[in-house]
């Protein structure tokens, strides 16, 4: 049976950093592109990053670019998301999601490309 499992989130002033983790087991971690997706409370989730299953290709949205890393240990099955310079606008629920690729491509964001999703961790930011 496969998990996902989310952790790391948190209360962090504007301004601030927060590190989430995803750890998936059940499948085989290195054949999967890994995302991380989010959802504001009366908004629909949106993408926030996709790396490909051997790191070397990531994409992110435009509204996090420059403050948010993601990245990944294959050896422990576990994607991370280093978000720098947080916004009150970036308050949400964030999930991470393995897609039925290794790769993640221009279309990253579509959710139906996701075959497996955790429960996720809410991050707050205080103005």
């Known amino acids: 049976q496969v998990q996902v499992v989310e952790s790391g989130g948190g209360l962090v002033q504007a301004r601030g950093s927060l590190r989430l983790s995803c750890t998936a087991s059940?499948?085989?971690?290195?054949?999967?592109?890994m995302g991380w997706f989010r959802q504001a409370p009366g908004k629909e989730r949106e993408g926030v990053s996709c790396?490909?299953?051997?790191?070397?290709?990531?994409y992110y949205a435009d509204s996090v670019k420059g403050r948010f890393t993601i990245s990944r240990d294959n050896a422990k099955n576990t994607l991370y998301l280093q978000m720098n310079s947080l916004k009150p606008e970036d308050t949400a629920m964030y999930c991470c999601?393995?897609?039925?690729?290794?790769?993640?491509?221009?279309?990253?964001?579509?959710?139906?490309?996701?075959?497996?999703w955790g429960q996720g961790t809410q991050v707050t930011v205080s103005s």
């Open positions: 059940g499948l085989t971690f290195d054949d999967y592109a």
């Open positions: 790396m490909s299953w051997h790191g070397g290709t990531t």
């Open positions: 999601a393995a897609q039925a690729s290794e790769y993640c491509s221009g279309s990253w964001s579509l959710q139906h490309r996701y075959n497996y």
